[in-house]
């Protein structure tokens, strides 16, 4: 098994460039999650999804949108991208809210 | 919502010390409560968690407690070996449809 994984690894934007981030995971998980880490902030929620078809708002979710189209593959879209989101982000699934989380290798991404 | 204080920020210690990290959370409802590890550039990994029902925890050399009346939860690392050394976060989740709530996270170093 993969485990999660994400793509790309590394990318550089220009403000106002869009991209797609894309996480899989193949544990058959119904949840999944986006985060983004920065310095001295811990891990912070954008959106996450509790199914296929579903999705949710998290603690930062404003200039990201998300979707669930299918239950393996969960995508972080950035439609105009900012400098201050610079950042690195991890993807996650897992069983249920109260079970372990499987993060991904993470996607370095900034913003000039 | 849930608020997860976690402290402190960074914590220095000689190799075979102890370590001890400290959360509070705000909910009295929560009842799952993990803790990651993060090494350098690496993906965040559960460690150990601890559910409501349970006051202590152990694996080998790390444990948690749990203190529901206090709101508040412990890590503990005996023994400490410089590969512990890493960012540790604890989290909180009353689990359902209720996402995880982080700390912000600790910087553990252990000094050879």
């Known amino acids: 098994n993969a485990g999660v994984t994400q793509t790309p690894k590394f990318r550089v934007l220009k403000t106002g460039q869009s991209m797609t981030l894309l996480c899989a995971q193949d544990?058959?998980?119904?949840?999944m999650y986006w985060y983004r880490q920065d310095p001295g902030m811990g891990l912070r929620l954008i959106h996450y999804s509790v199914g296929e078809g579903t999705t949710a708002k998290g603690e930062v979710p404003d200039g990201y949108n998300v979707s669930r189209l299918k239950k393996q593959n969960f995508l972080l879209g950035l439609e105009s991208a900012a400098p201050s989101q610079t950042s690195v982000y991890f993807c996650a699934s897992s069983f249920a809210t109260s079970t372990e989380q499987y993060f991904g290798p993470g996607t370095r991404l900034t913003v000039t | 919502g849930e608020n997860v204080e976690q402290h402190p920020s960074t914590l220095s210690v000689q190799e075979g010390d102890s370590a001890v990290i400290k959360c509070t959370y705000s909910d009295s409802a929560s009842n799952y409560f993990p803790w990651y590890k993060q090494e350098l550039g690496k993906r965040p990994q559960l460690i150990i968690d601890?559910?409501?029902?349970?006051g202590e925890k152990k694996d080998q050399r790390i444990a948690v407690t749990l203190n529901k009346t206090a709101k508040h939860f412990s890590l503990h690392i005996t023994e400490t070996q410089p590969e512990d050394s890493a960012v540790y976060f604890c989290a909180a989740s009353r689990g359902g449809s209720e996402k995880l709530v982080f700390g912000k996270g600790t910087k553990l170093t252990v000094n050879p």
């Open positions: 601890i559910r409501s029902n349970v």
């Open positions: 544990m058959n998980h119904e949840y």
